[in-house]
Each structure stands twice: as C-alpha cells, then as structure tokens.
C-alpha cells in the first residue's frame, strides 16, 4: 500500500543473520497505554523475542518493552506476553507452518503505521554457522567488488 507512513520504532537486527526469512506478515500487537508511551520514546528490544501460536491466538513472548517513567505504579510488566492481532485465516495457516520441522515466527521490526503499533512477524528456519560464514564471505566480496567499480568511475 503506498504513501502510508512508517515510523520504526524497534528492529530486530540479528534476525536475518541467525535465520532464513520465508514469509513475512504485518500483525497489530494488543498493548497498554504505558507501553505505546515507551515504544514511541524508542525503548524497546526484539533481541530474542519469538512469537508462540496457541489455540486461542499469537503471543508476543520475550519482548521487552522498557517502563515508561512518569507512569509510576501504573506501570506495565517489561517482559509479558503480548497478544498478536491477526486474522483467523492467518492464525491457522500459521499453526500449519510453525508444526513443520524447523520454522518459527520471529518478528524483525515494531513501527507506526497510521497511529498504531504493528509488528512485521517472519516465518523463518534457522540458519547452520557454514551458512552464516557462507553469507558473511558473500557480502564482504560484494562490497570490495563495488569499491572497486567505484575507483575504476572515477
């Protein structure tokens, strides 16, 4: 959908060294008052964040979203379980995945989108160490082949 802004606001930058990214799905995330608060300060970690699927939905589990200070004692828990907003369609096709061998849901970014909190949830399958040494050796060969592309245009 174009023009729609997009402000992110978390990313999950090991997610694409540590795994095979083969679906990629937008989901709204069920938060408190508190924790909108805190995201938009920019205070949260996906770092080893995963998203469950269970009978009566998706969960969020291992985010951890910062307490915003000025809330004092109405403050949220850092590390509860966050409930993932998607379609029935979407939560069975999801549960079909996800009980292949090897997939899990990881999210790679929180952002805005028109006001509300969304989280880009990945269907993924872990990478081996030979393919993460296999993709690290590949992007350092392309980025010397554009250095030199660059000093032969100059």
Request: with cysteine; proline share 4%.
């Amino acid at each position: 959908m174009k023009g729609e802004p997009r402000k992110v606001l978390s990313t999950n930058r090991k997610a694409r060294h540590d795994y095979h990214i083969e679906e990629v799905f937008e989901a709204g995330i069920a938060l408190t008052g508190t924790e909108v608060k805190s995201l938009r300060g920019g205070h949260a970690n996906l770092k080893d964040s995963y998203a469950s699927v269970e009978r009566d939905g998706v969960f969020l589990l291992n985010c951890h979203i910062s307490p915003y200070a000025p809330a004092n004692r109405f403050n949220h828990d850092p590390l509860r379980p966050r409930r993932l907003l998607l379609h029935r369609v979407e939560i069975r096709r999801l549960i079909g995945k996800v009980q292949e061998k090897g997939l899990t849901l990881i999210p790679l970014s929180l952002y805005l989108k028109n006001g509300r909190v969304k989280v880009e949830l990945a269907l993924a399958r872990g990478k081996k160490q030979y393919d993460k040494r296999e993709d690290l050796k590949r992007r350092t060969q392309e980025r010397e082949m554009a250095e030199a592309l660059k000093k032969v245009h100059r």
